[in-house]
């Protein structure tokens, strides 16, 4: 009985400690992260979450194709700038299946350094080379799996 009352504490302490890095990483990850400006006036774009650390950001919205300025064909341009007006990467998303009156989800995380703000508009064209993206945030079913297998083999 006393063993299992150890085994228990233990596995108690595991847990706990856990949880509390885990609470820790998350709050000071999410701390490290500020706003960003944009800087137009593009209505078709709706951000709703345009944030960025000294080396990375991530941008999440929706983009609507209204019938009277149809996107059909088109890309959206992303422009990031320093806080010294210097371009620090262009991303473009393809919007050309996007239906009339439909909406499409945007959510990018890019790893630029120092950027200040953005600028969205539409293009007929990529005309320069896109920048490479961050891999996507894992979701709580993939955290909770991936935490799982690394108990299971430790």
Not at 102 to 128: A, P, R, W
Request: aromatic share 8%; proline share 1%.
């Amino acid at each position: 009985m006393s063993r299992m009352k150890t085994l228990c504490l233990y596995v108690l302490a595991i847990i706990g400690f856990f949880l509390f890095s885990e609470l820790l990483i998350n709050a000071s990850l999410e701390s490290e992260y500020r706003k960003i400006g944009r800087k137009d006036d593009l209505s078709q774009v709706v951000i709703t979450q345009a944030e960025a650390t000294r080396v990375n950001g991530r941008i999440k919205g929706s983009v609507v194709n209204p019938e009277d300025n149809e996107l059909t064909g088109k890309y959206l341009k992303f422009d990031f700038y320093s806080a010294r007006d210097v371009l620090k990467g262009t991303k473009y998303i393809d919007v050309s299946e996007l239906q009339k009156n439909g909406i499409q989800e945007i959510e990018m995380h890019f790893k630029l350094e120092n950027v200040d703000y953005y600028t969205v508009s539409v293009v007929n064209e990529k005309t320069e080379k896109d920048m490479e993206l961050l891999p996507q945030d894992l979701n709580k079913t993939q955290i909770v799996l991936a935490t799982i297998l690394t108990l299971i083999i430790i």
